[in-house]
């Protein structure tokens, strides 16, 4: 039993050695994920998160940037628990108001 | 109480579990020599399907050669590779 995710010592390729830029949304799921967290909420675990882009299957795991794998995780498990629906969130995010300086 | 102690061989469990683990397919099977106990810690395989009320489990810092690991691994024979192995995924090595 191998995950897809398991990659350690596999045949790579050169390494790609560019700096990328953090961008804010990505900042942002790293500050939702240290929310979700944390000791007082514990509602989705670090290990939790793992186990959702873990069970993503090799395609959809490949084709995620790693904060979009946290993201869509995060997403699979408050689903999972019951917090909130896909359908819901996107509702949410259609209703949301503009930040003032964002475009 | 620790089961393992520093400087003891152990060989690597391979468990054959689905689901979220944390030892990577590249050690198990593998004897490497404990380093270190570094405590107990709740079951990563409890936490990642929700449980946060199982057992605590011992976890140890687990030295390995890197020539042991990887067949073509030569040029540097003293080479040491050392990673984190939870206690149920380890067995002592004799020899």
């Given at each position: 039993m191998r995950g897809y995710h398991d990659i350690g010592g596999s045949l790579s390729g050169p390494i790609p050695r560019t700096e990328l830029p953090w961008l804010d949304w990505e900042k942002r799921v790293e500050a939702i994920r240290n929310l979700l967290g944390d000791s007082t909420r514990r509602v989705i675990s670090l290990d939790e998160m793992r186990r959702g882009f873990e069970s993503f299957g090799p395609e959809k795991y490949r084709t995620l940037s790693f904060y979009r794998r946290r993201l869509e995780a995060m997403i699979d498990i408050l689903e999972?628990?019951?917090?909130?629906?896909?359908?819901?969130?996107?509702?949410?995010?259609?209703?949301s108001v503009q930040e003032p300086g964002e475009t | 109480m620790p089961l393992f102690h520093a400087g003891e061989r152990i060989r690597v469990l391979d468990l054959g579990k689905a689901g979220h683990v944390r030892i990577p397919a590249y050690v198990r099977g593998h004897v490497g020599t404990v380093v270190q106990?570094?405590?107990?810690?709740?079951?990563?395989?409890?936490?990642a399907i929700g449980n946060a009320g199982g057992c605590v489990v011992g976890c140890y810092r687990v030295?390995?050669?890197?020539?042991?690991?990887?067949t073509d691994y030569s040029e540097y024979p003293d080479d040491t590779l050392v990673t984190e192995i939870y206690e149920h995924w380890m067995e002592p090595a004799h020899g």
């Open positions: 999972e628990k019951g917090v909130l629906t896909r359908a819901e969130l996107a509702a949410a995010v259609e209703n | 106990f570094c405590g107990v810690f709740l079951n990563p395989e409890d936490l030295e390995f050669l890197q020539t042991d690991l990887w």
